[in-house]
């Protein structure tokens, strides 16, 4: 049934590629560029006169999605095929490989509200998958496809929750997997998880753009199927959470939603979503779709700024958010694509403006990687700079959990994260929400005694 829904389009040539003729580096032999999956008739641009092809009925579908949250069936449980009927890009839905990823929580964020200066405030909290990062939502769909076409090897280049999501899908379907990781620039827990899942692991001495270098060589000489986001099939499951954040509220779409960037194709998923929403008469608006960068990994934040997003110069990177830690970004063109389509904006934040941000998603009971506390951080900016009013709603996307990197959070309370240079203005309250530690001698005197220096505080 699903056969003939779905084509793949170049996105800079618009020519089509056959589903076997796909080239090993998902790459356009023509112009070099990457494809997005199509559905003609209810995907980006599709005129009414091209509804030719199945266009499903939107209520019926609320319904239907609704109704699956209490299904006992696997697939109905996954927050991703939950909504298969937007990602038809299997022949067969039973051969899915699902850990039960999506059905993430949108959290209220209150008093980061506050310090934002917006009245409405939400966090859609996509640490809250089986792996602890957004990326689930993208290798149940990917690796689905790898597996339906008969690959046993997957493979990808991570900077250490793509090879953590890729090797437990992989184990899951009981398929073998390489991960290709700068050596020393991933944050241990990450590396844990592709251990721990059974992936063969190489640390190369070089950094994430290297890597992604490397396994371009290694997917054309090998029959490994690349995972990395330049394949097509993982935005179609990186779309879904668009899909939970509208239903959530009741199909109205916030405002604004703002997400970070490394690889920049997970601005363009969530865009995607959002678009096809519209398409298919669930929803009427499209929120803007606004990216965060970290100072030290601002590729696309020069580019627009520079070059009016037509062009973009490769930047050596340098960040402690490891996760978004990337100076050559694949998907750059998706992003700049879908920040115009939506009218949103691109900004960069400073190591301490993450690490404040951190610190009071963290006060809110809520903890993030840091990579996506730089959501919060760009949305203070924005506030400031008059480009989101104080009466409209946000969604902040967090990308991943925060135990992926407790040593950022033990490095920031420790006070020795930051370089006294990098928290030149904000060293009062950055020290108004460490916590330090103490070593006591074991005593309830001592222990009361500090208790009561905090309590008269
Ligand atoms: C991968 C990742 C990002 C960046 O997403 P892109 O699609 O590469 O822009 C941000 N935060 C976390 C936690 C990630 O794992």
Not at 17 to 32: E, H, T
Request: aromatic share 6%; charged share 20%.
């Amino acid at each position: 049934m699903t056969e003939s829904i779905y084509q793949l389009r170049c996105i800079g040539c618009a020519s089509i590629v056959a589903r076997d003729q796909m080239p090993s580096n998902f790459r356009c032999p023509l112009c070099g560029e990457l494809y997005e999956v199509e559905y003609p008739g209810w995907s980006r641009g599709a005129s009414p006169t091209e509804t030719k092809s199945w266009m499903p009925n939107a209520s019926a579908l609320r319904w239907l999605w609704k109704e699956r949250c209490h299904s006992t069936d696997p697939l109905d449980q996954s927050g991703v095929w939950r909504f298969r009927e937007v990602l038809p890009i299997l022949a067969d839905f039973s051969q899915a490989v699902t850990l039960r990823e999506g059905n993430t929580p949108l959290y209220s964020m209150p008093r980061s509200a506050k310090s934002a200066g917006v009245e409405r405030l939400l966090a859609k909290h996509q640490g809250m998958n089986p792996t602890g990062s957004f990326k689930d939502t993208g290798m149940t769909s990917a690796l689905s496809v790898a597996r339906e076409r008969g690959y046993t090897w997957v493979a990808c280049a991570s900077t250490g929750n793509t090879s953590a999501a890729m090797a437990a899908y992989a184990a899951r379907a009981g398929m073998n997997s390489l991960v290709l990781i700068p050596e020393g620039k991933i944050a241990w827990g990450k590396l844990s998880q592709a251990m721990d899942y059974g992936s063969l692991t190489c640390q190369l001495r070089t950094d994430f753009d290297g890597c992604v270098h490397v396994l371009g060589e290694v997917v054309k000489r090998a029959p490994v199927y690349l995972l990395n986001s330049v394949n097509p099939y993982r935005l179609e499951g990186q779309k879904t959470p668009a899909f939970e954040i509208a239903e959530e509220l009741d199909w109205e779409v916030p405002d604004h939603v703002i997400v970070p960037g490394g690889n920049l194709a997970n601005c363009s998923a969530l865009g995607k979503g959002f678009l096809e929403m519209r398409q298919l008469g669930l929803t009427t608006r499209v929120p803007r779709i606004s990216v965060i960068q970290a100072e030290g990994a601002n590729p696309l934040f020069l580019s627009i700024e520079q070059h009016g997003g037509n062009s973009l110069q490769a930047v050596e990177a340098q960040t402690r958010a490891t996760a978004i830690r990337i100076g050559n970004p694949a998907s750059w063109r998706k992003a700049v694509r879908i920040l115009r389509e939506t009218g949103g904006f691109c900004e960069q934040v400073t190591e301490a403006e993450i690490a404040l941000a951190k610190a009071e998603i963290g006060r809110e009971g809520i903890g993030c990687e840091p990579a996506s506390a730089v959501t919060l951080a760009g949305l203070k900016k924005l506030v400031h700079q008059g480009k989101v009013h104080a009466s409209e709603s946000v969604v902040l996307l967090l990308t991943g959990h925060t135990l992926k990197d407790s040593d950022y959070t033990i490095d920031f309370h420790r006070r020795t994260l930051l370089k006294p240079e990098e928290s030149v203005g904000l060293e009062s309250v950055l020290a108004s929400l460490e916590c330090g530690t103490v070593t006591l001698d074991a005593s309830a005197e001592a222990v009361l005694r500090t208790l009561e220096e905090r309590m008269s505080k």
